[in-house]
């Protein structure tokens, strides 16, 4: 029998259900609530609020667990491949070697964009932001593939996905290459996921280009540790916008556009401009005060989570990764390193930072092995909108599947004026 909880207020009084998931806390079920007794609950920000059922991702933030359906994160990044990660978000198990063959061979076959694509990338400053050219290019998929727009055809839904899964690296490459005036590499299907996308970022027309297996490894490990992280701001803007009808390439690129934001996937390019900014250990102090200062807007970059009041699973992975690709590009005193390992060994120990649970967050290690790969600061965040393309799109796709979907309407407590009467301009 479900178990209810009760709310009374004056004579008003509701029995509301308790809902029990497979793991994490009980939700009640407020969907009733204002029927029954004219309330609204407010809750800024969702701190407290389920705002769908979901069975693709679960975070224990207290205890540092992030499992992508039941598997938790370490094994997939240290046992598994990213394309193998995407089968599993999509379709809830992972795949059988021929079902992995054949999700492999779609995706592959589906890397190349619309030729026209390349001159829509003309039309942008070469000075604009590849977040900005992302979250245009993105949404312009929806007027190049007609034939995968109609969100009530399973089949349609699931080439759609497909389609962004494969066609995200190549607008990112195209993106940076742009930025930095090189012609465009086409995708090459002889190649992984992870290496195609390093080979479209570095490759030249004019000479052949060496992938590096460690850093091809590392790419990949990014991608994984990036793809899915229930749901975040950029998740739950996918799945509203996603809630009123909107094609999938549109959704997309709105949670593209929520992604770029400093206090989420902006984050990377933040903290390494940070450290930048820190320049040397014996500058530390200076900053880890300005953080504590309740006067100073200044964050430290990396570190805190709304949801991980513990070590972030994904930034002990992403920490490992770092030293395996400075290691292996025989980047022995990385200065940034060096005041990212100070900061956090500081932090760690610190009373503000321990007393308000604040550790490093994936972000945190992800900046510098993305530079030491040779990725300026401003694709940080094109990479991870690469990754998470596949957490948005099973997100979405696992919405617009559910018998019980509704267009995602919040309510608001008004504090405006009350109703006053027009005034015309002299009596004003
Ligand atoms: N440096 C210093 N103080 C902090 C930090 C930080 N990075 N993060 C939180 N605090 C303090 C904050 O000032 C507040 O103190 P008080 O209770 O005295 O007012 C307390 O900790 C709680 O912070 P909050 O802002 O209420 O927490 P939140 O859950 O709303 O914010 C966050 C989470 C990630 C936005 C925040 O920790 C932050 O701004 N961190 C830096 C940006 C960052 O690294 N973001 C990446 C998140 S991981 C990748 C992703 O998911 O996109």
Redesign the pocket.
């Known amino acids: 029998m479900n178990q209810s909880a009760k709310l009374a207020l004056g004579d008003k009084s509701a029995e509301l259900t308790l809902r029990s998931g497979t793991i994490g806390p009980d939700v009640v079920d407020i969907a009733s609530l204002y029927k029954n007794t004219g309330l609204f609950t407010y809750d800024p ?1 969702f ?1 407290s609020t389920a705002s769908c059922e979901s069975k693709i991702t679960y975070i224990d933030g207290d205890e540092g667990v992030l499992l992508h359906r039941g598997y938790p994160i370490d094994q997939l990044a240290e046992r598994g491949d990213f394309l193998e990660t995407c089968y599993l978000l999509l379709y809830g198990e992972l795949p059988t070697a021929s079902e992995r063959a054949d999700f492999v061979y779609h995706v592959t076959r589906h890397t190349m964009v619309h030729e026209q694509m390349s001159r829509f990338y003309t039309g942008f400053r070469r000075d604009a932001h590849p977040m900005a050219v992302m979250v245009g290019s993105v949404g312009a998929l929806s007027a190049f593939y007609h034939d995968s727009t109609d969100i009530t055809d399973p089949h349609q839904r699931m080439v759609a996905s497909i389609r962004m899964i494969a066609k995200t690296p190549t607008l990112a490459a195209m993106a940076y290459k742009y930025h930095i005036g090189q012609p465009f590499v086409y995708p090459r299907n002889d190649l992984s996921y992870a290496e195609n996308f390093l080979h479209m970022c570095f490759a030249v027309p004019c000479e052949p280009y060496q992938i590096n297996p460690v850093l091809a490894k590392a790419m990949d490990r990014i991608f994984i540790l990036h793809a899915d ?1 229930e749901q ?2 950029s998740t739950s803007t996918v799945r509203l916008a996603g809630s009123s009808g909107a094609n999938p390439f549109a959704c997309i690129a709105a949670g593209i556009a929520c ?1 770029w934001g ?4 902006g ?1 990377n390019e ?2 390494l401009n940070m450290l930048a900014e820190i320049g040397s250990k014996d500058r530390i102090p200076e900053f880890i005060a300005r ?2 200062d ?1 006067n100073d807007p200044f ?8 949801v991980y009041k513990n070590y ?1 699973p994904r930034a002990k992975i992403m920490q490992q990764t770092c030293h395996e690709v400075l290691n292996e590009l025989g980047i022995k005193d990385d200065p940034l390193l060096e005041v990212a390992m100070e900061l956090e060994h500081i932090a760690l120990h610190d009373e ?2 321990i007393e ?1 649970k ?1 550790y490093p ?4 290690y992800s900046g510098i092995t993305l530079k030491a790969l040779g990725f300026p600061t401003t694709m940080f965040t094109v990479l ?1 909108a690469v990754a998470r393309t596949v957490g948005w799109i099973a997100q979405w796709k696992e919405m617009i599947e559910d018998p019980h979907q509704r267009i995602g309407r919040p309510r608001q407590l008004y504090t405006g004026a009350p109703q006053r009467d027009y005034l015309s301009v002299g009596d004003r």
């Open positions: 920000g701190t992280h975040n701001a992604l400093p206090a989420h996937g984050a933040a903290a953080a504590k309740k964050r430290l970059m990396g570190f805190g989570h709304r972030d503000y930072f308000k604040l967050n994936v972000d945190f991870f």
